[in-house]
Nanobody, 121 residues
Framework: QAQLQESGPGLVKPSQTLSLTCTVSGGSITTNSYYWSWIRQPPGKGLEWMGAIHSSGNTYYSPSLKSRTSISRDTSKNQFTLQLSSVTPEDTAVYYC?????????????RGQGTQVTVSS
């Protein structure tokens, strides 16, 4: 059973880069055909799929966020990381990391508890 835990700053200033790390236990991020995803939920809105890194290392991004998003991994630590550049207050949300069977979907089989990120000066 996979367990995921997000970590990173809870407050980011506008125009800066948001960086979050997901630490995975209970399974390797390089085995089986899973997508290790980032999903967010702005206040009062639904879930939004941001992007994912496949167990093969291939990355996939939401078209609406692709120009500002980068997902990478550290296989030695079994972690994957989200970077979102040029943030604005509209990027304020609860950010989740998740394990999914498919990309471009907010469906998941395991998910972290989420971390609140506020963009404000």
């Amino acid at each position: 059973q996979a367990q995921l835990q997000e970590s990173g700053p809870g407050l980011v200033k506008p125009s800066q880069t948001l960086s979050l790390t997901c630490t995975v236990s209970g399974g390797s991020i390089t085995t089986n055909s899973y997508y290790w995803s980032w999903i967010r939920q702005p206040p009062g809105k639904g879930l939004e799929w941001m992007g994912a890194i496949h167990s093969s290392g291939n990355t996939y991004y939401s078209p609406s966020l692709k120009s500002r998003t980068s997902i990478s991994r550290d296989t030695s630590k079994n972690q994957f990381t989200l970077q979102l550049s040029s943030v604005t207050p509209e990027d304020t949300a609860v950010y989740y990391c998740a394990r999914s069977r498919f990309s471009f979907t907010t469906d998941y089989d395991y998910r972290g508890q989420g971390t609140q990120v506020t963009v404000s000066s």
